[in-house]
């Protein structure tokens, strides 16, 4: 089984500040995605990363996959509150033609005004 | 327009129940899947079909049953409701199962056997 730990699990910050939230497994991903879910709604995809080492940048977000692709990390600059919601990290297994994600277990951003 | 949608989006059940909820994706996409969110957020797969064949079934107990019409379409039937079952439910869908492609949640329905 492969297992996706986030840390921290809870993160209350004041508007402006930095924030990393990160994703580790002992198992090897053949991609990695990130989503946001807001209160009420579902999961929405804000990145993919694919290759060892990959950084990507959304805005203030910036995303990277670690260079043995077991691990990944998620920085925002300058949280504003519209940044606040649950973020999940996703790990596409790395093998077989039937693939599913492994969700871990999320990161509850909360950005104060 | 909705991209994934489900119906109904709040549901309020008595223990051993039976339960159907619905979902609708008008992506043109091959795949759809059921995940389960426990109160805790965490979100884990139970179904997946492409093109309605069932091509993912995580270990779901037996009470729960998918049914796929058409491609367009994955409808979740849940028998014998237990409290055990209250969570939020969400479909999703995505171009093709084998590859990084994103995935597309429905607004989820919350389920609460009482």
């Known amino acids: 089984t492969q297992l996706l730990e986030q840390s921290p699990q809870f993160l209350s910050i004041q508007e402006g500040e930095n924030l990393t939230v990160y994703c580790n497994s002992s198992s090897v991903f053949s991609s990695l995605q990130w989503y946001r879910q807001e209160p009420g709604e579902g999961p929405v995809l804000l990145v993919t990363?694919?290759?060892?080492?990959e950084v990507k940048k959304l805005k203030r977000l910036t995303f990277q996959f670690g260079d043995a692709r077991k691990d990944s990390s998620l920085h925002i600059t300058a949280a504003q509150p519209g940044d606040t919601g649950l973020y999940l990290c996703a790990g596409l297994n790395s093998g077989g033609s039937n693939y599913k994600l492994t969700f871990g277990k999320g990161t509850l951003l909360t950005v104060n005004p | 327009d909705t991209a994934v949608s489900q119906t109904p989006k709040y549901l309020v059940t008595q223990m051993g129940n039976d339960k159907s909820i619905k979902c609708e994706q008008n992506l043109g996409h091959d795949t759809m899947y059921w995940y389960k969110q426990d109160s805790k957020k965490f979100l884990k797969i139970m179904f997946s079909?492409?093109?309605?064949?069932?091509?993912i079934n995580e270990t779901v107990p037996n009470r729960f049953s998918p049914k796929s019409p058409d491609k367009a379409h994955l409808n979740l039937h849940i028998n014998s409701l237990e409290l055990g079952d209250s969570a939020v439910y969400f479909c999703?869908?995505?171009?093709?199962?084998?590859?990084?492609?994103?995935?597309?949640f429905g607004p989820g329905t919350r389920l609460t056997v009482t």
């Open positions: 990363v694919v290759t060892g080492g």
């Open positions: 079909y492409n093109n309605k064949e069932l091509i």
């Open positions: 999703a869908s995505s171009q093709v199962s084998g590859g990084a492609d994103e995935q597309y």
